[in-house]
């Protein structure tokens, strides 16, 4: 019974993507979806012998975004001497030119990446035009899901010219949050994630570095914490590794925001110097708990040599302090901590993280950054700076308080990719196929339910802890469904049919990732294609 169930659900699904795909015949299949679309009923030809890319620019970034597109554009390869099926004569597309207003290729949060595509088959011209070359790119990606390998004419098309394409983002921030500490994640997986990213005109990459289960980031100034806080001497991030990721990223539209969360989270910087940690033998069991110890010096002096280290490296604006689930059990216990405490008058646990977080704040302040947090700052009613950026990930009514209060915030709570279960529906929505729950986190817009203060709301991130993921499974555990969330944080809040969207996320895991080499499953039955060149063959 069980075995005929599932072909009857296997059935009805494929049924539905044949139907889905036939009520879209006349819709292009772009994802995420562009502001303003407007296409025709034309077809255009695209030789891959004689096709260029054009650019007055001098970014090297630019040009070699277009070098990439140029070969990301024909995977397949054309076999001249193979019979083709008839087919009228379409017009060729022979350029795509690309002009930018200005070529600065600085990459910070709020940089425009609005972008204007148009093909036109009756003057045979495509054109992108835009502020910034990060806009162009974006530009270069929609472009690219327009060029198509039609397998029966053994040629590449454009279906459904003339293009008009007017495009920016909802949001500005638009994140995937990795995790590196739970476990390692070889560095080229996560270059590889940052190229699906762009592909999902997702920006930012979150970058939770270290947490109570290991320390893999080399730090100069203090080295004892990767000797003996990382899993293994080769499980480790150096710095000519951190600079490699940064640049990449740079060369994808993508900015890099370290975190290194504390105070709390904190046992593996004691495995590099015991007195760095609170001692709370009855709390030990959850290595979770293990908090930094507050009340010595040597505490703030390495804090300040390793964030000014690491603020040096990363060039991002933001740095990310955590400040989450932070255990003032675990201080309680600490005999030596509570007679500092008491000394200084500190007679509870928010008033030694207020006391840690003021210190903090300072040195974060000394190096340029601007401070984010996890939302249990502000709900402990920590003095945060008014420029705080907080990161809300259980509830929308602290979301609520946040934006009311005249913080920014950043949206994660219905984007937790780790959970079989997105926390965003009650009761409980529960899928047949795990899969599927990119359609609670497409479903989830960063303003539902609140009352006011939209404004503050600067976007949100898809979270990846890797409890239960690493190198291995690390690709189709993330994708398609953080392309859920991308979508979400990229097109307009109008934008709510969900069976639409399943039609064009299938061809786009398919053309846009699974084709390019991004381990992306299929979010339900499809024939996808591979290119001879695929790294899955």
């Not at 004691?270 to 001692?279: C, D, H, I, P, R």
Request: one cysteine or more.
């Amino acid at each position: 019974k069980k075995h005929t169930r599932m072909r009857v659900i296997v059935a009805i699904t494929f049924l539905l993507s044949c139907v889905l795909i036939m009520s879209n015949a006349q819709q292009p299949l772009i994802f995420p979806y562009p502001a303003s679309v407007e296409s025709g009923s034309g077809e255009m030809v695209v030789l891959p012998s004689t096709f260029t890319i054009t650019t007055s620019s001098p970014s090297s970034i630019l040009k070699s975004a277009i070098d990439r597109y140029m070969s990301l554009l024909f995977p397949f390869p054309v076999n001249t001497n193979r019979k083709q099926k008839a087919r009228a004569p379409a017009p060729e597309l022979p350029t795509l030119d690309i002009t930018v207003e200005s070529s600065n290729e600085t990459l910070q949060f709020g940089i425009d990446e609005s972008y204007t595509l148009v093909v036109d088959d009756a003057t045979q011209q495509a054109t992108i035009s835009a502020k910034t070359i990060y806009g162009a790119m974006y530009g270069l990606e929609t472009f690219s899901q327009l060029v198509v390998f039609d397998e029966p004419t053994n040629q590449y098309q454009i279906q459904y010219t003339p293009y008009n394409i007017q495009d920016s983002p909802r949001f500005p921030w638009r994140g995937l949050m990795i995790d590196t500490a739970r476990h390692y994640l070889f560095k080229s997986t996560i270059l590889r994630t940052i190229e699906a990213m762009s592909y999902n005109k997702l920006n930012t990459l979150h970058w939770h570095i270290v947490d109570a289960q290991s320390f893999p980031i080399v730090s100069s100034s203090y080295p004892e914490l990767s000797e003996f806080g990382a899993y293994s001497p080769s499980y480790v991030y150096t710095g000519e590794d951190v600079e490699e990721i940064v640049q990449y990223a740079q060369q994808y539209g993508v900015r890099v925001v370290p975190e290194f969360d504390i105070p709390g989270h904190a046992a593996s910087w004691g495995n590099a110097f015991s007195n760095l940690t609170a001692k709370c033998p009855g709390m030990s069991s959850n290595i979770n708990n293990i908090a930094l110890n507050p009340s010595i010096d040597f505490t703030y002096e390495v804090l300040s040599g390793v964030i000014t280290e690491m603020a040096s490296k990363f060039q991002d604006t933001y740095f990310h302090t955590g400040g989450d689930e932070v255990e003032f059990g675990c201080w309680d216990e600490d005999e030596n901590i509570m007679a500092w405490a008491k000394q200084n008058g500190l007679n509870s646990g928010p008033a030694i993280e207020e006391y840690f977080e003021t210190k903090l704040q300072a040195i974060v302040k000394g190096t340029g950054k601007t401070m984010m947090c996890w939302q249990e700052l502000f709900n402990n009613g920590v003095t945060l700076s008014p420029e705080t950026i907080v990161e809300v990930w259980k509830d929308v009514e602290t979301l609520q308080e946040v934006v009311s209060a005249g913080h920014r915030a950043i949206v994660a709570f219905p984007y937790y990719l780790d959970k079989q279960i997105p926390s965003t529906y009650n009761p409980p929505n529960t899928h047949y196929e795990w899969i599927d729950t990119w359609t609670d986190f497409w479903s989830y817009d960063p303003s539902s339910n609140l009352t006011g203060g939209e404004e503050y709301v600067i976007g949100g991130e898809a979270c990846m802890f890797s409890e239960a993921v690493d190198s291995v499974n690390y690709d189709s555990r993330v994708w398609p469904r953080a392309s859920g969330v991308a979508e979400r944080l990229w097109s307009a809040q109008t934008l709510g049919d969900v069976n639409e969207a399943r039609t064009r996320l299938i061809q786009f895991r398919c053309h846009s990732m699974a084709q390019r080499d991004i381990g992306a499953g299929p979010a339900q039955v499809d024939y996808c294609p591979l290119p001879p060149t695929s790294r899955f063959i």
